[in-house]
């Protein structure tokens, strides 16, 4: 009755977590398509902006979205209450110290991309308002739900998962622009609209921690020391900042194209590369949902030792997500102009050819499925870091070698980086934990469980 209860509880959270972000994912290109047709020349601006707050809400998370995750998976199976009370000391130690130097950091990165003119939205003070209070809401949402989804929350935590904001974030916005016609029209109104909704939902979810905490934390005989345990303490609290380097690092490797290409595309050009460079998330959404599903599952099952289970669930994510990944290829392949005509309008199909070029290194991602983070779940989240800042080096340098042009050499550029990134990590992944995390045949060590 145990494992069937167990298997259930893992089906409940793939239809959660899956359903969650697909909506999300499917929301978040919904309200761009809509805004690509009323903010019309200032649509490159908002990505731009958007992709910033993404990376700023990284930034804010502190790394404690995935540390939580990974110590109170680890602990709580092997009824380690008092452990796990510490390890949300450590978290409260480092959002109290360390928030005050993101925000500092945050107001740095806005002040230096004033200058540049296509950046006039971000630069102003109503663009430094959304970035950085944005990106704050943005970074707690990705706490909540990683934590929530530890406390075996699922539902609560689906409504929050997703670094570009959960599916709450993403349908209320969305519901915004299409109710409201002013919000759609202007870009101030659309950035301070989604500033003040990603702060509002955080309401409801830190209810539902609050209870979910002392559901865990109850035992009377426990009680005191579980209640000292979870007093702010600095003990490891590098390790919490090196996992939220280590995820602002991964995700800047795929963003800082964006942040690069309006200094070496001209501003009438930028909108064919940024919208074909949103539209191939896509590619990549499949594999997402799964890491959602199987993210608290790859501490738990390492610190249980059951290490073949663990490779018979990272080759079924990775194979489920291989296969729609290459569908999706195959339609950007083949129809590339007609769905960024669909999706955007008809004056952003001159990005057919960016979107050809990224749409495959993308695939080599949905490949290599889910290494990077089982690379950071299992306390390998240096070796992550060394190749997220080996990849950025290797793409800053080979823009300032070749000086692109235009939208279709600096999708070559990115491609090329992206797909050197990913290779790397799967080795890695080989290497140093003896884990296969790609798609394809199944490994030996699975099929001996």
Request: glycine share 8%; proline share 4%.
């Amino acid at each position: 009755m145990g494992q069937k209860q167990k298997r259930a509880g893992y089906v409940r959270s793939a239809i959660f977590n899956g359903g969650g972000r697909g909506v999300g994912v499917l929301g978040l290109f919904f309200m761009e398509s809509l805004l690509s047709r009323s903010l019309k020349h200032q649509f490159a601006e908002y990505l731009i902006a958007f992709s910033l707050a993404t990376a700023g809400g990284i930034f804010f998370t502190l790394g404690l979205n995935r540390a939580v995750a990974r110590d109170l998976k680890t602990h709580l199976p092997r009824n380690e209450t008092d452990l796990a009370g510490i390890a949300i000391g450590k978290a409260q130690w480092v959002l109290l110290r360390v928030l005050p130097l993101v925000c500092l950091g945050m107001i740095l990165i806005a002040g230096l991309l004033h200058r540049q003119s296509s950046l006039s939205a971000v630069g102003s003070m109503t663009g430094l308002t959304y970035v950085v209070l944005l990106s704050a809401g943005l970074g707690l949402q990705q706490i909540l739900a990683e934590t929530l989804r530890a406390l075996d929350s699922t539902a609560m935590a689906s409504v929050y998962a997703g670094p570009s904001g959960g599916p709450l974030f993403v349908l209320v916005s969305m519901l915004s622009v299409l109710l409201i016609r002013s919000v759609g029209e202007d870009l101030h109104s659309v950035l301070l609209t989604q500033m003040v909704i990603s702060w509002v939902i955080l309401l409801p979810g830190i209810f539902v921690l609050r209870q979910s905490l002392r559901a865990v934390f109850h035992a009377a005989d426990k009680k005191s020391t579980v209640i000292r345990s979870m007093t702010p303490s600095r003990d490891n609290a590098w390790d919490y900042t090196t996992l939220m380097l280590t995820q602002l690092t991964f995700f800047a490797c795929t963003q800082i194209d964006i942040w690069i290409a309006p200094f070496v595309i001209r501003e009438d050009d930028l909108v064919w590369y940024l919208a074909p460079r949103r539209l191939v998330m896509l590619t990549s959404a499949p594999l997402q949902l799964l890491n959602l599903t199987i993210i608290t599952r790859i501490p738990e099952l390492l610190s249980l030792g059951r290490k073949n289970d663990l490779q018979k669930l990272l080759w079924k994510s990775a194979t489920i997500g291989f296969v729609p990944a290459a569908l999706i290829l195959c339609l950007f392949l083949s129809f590339p102009a007609q769905l960024l005509s669909l999706i955007y309008g008809s004056q952003f199909d001159a990005g057919r050819d960016v979107l050809q070029i990224l749409s495959g290194a993308q695939l080599i991602n949905a490949w290599t499925g889910s290494c990077g983070i089982v690379l950071m779940m299992g306390g390998q989240q240096r070796s992550v870091l060394l190749v997220n800042f080996l990849v950025a080096f290797i793409l800053v340098a080979a823009v300032f070698l070749i000086h692109p042009k235009n939208p279709f050499q600096l999708s070559v550029i990115a491609g090329a980086a992206t797909a050197i990134q990913y290779l790397m990590l799967w080795g890695m992944t080989r290497a140093i934990m003896g884990l296969w995390t790609n798609a394809g045949p199944r490994p030996a060590s699975a099929r001996a469980t």
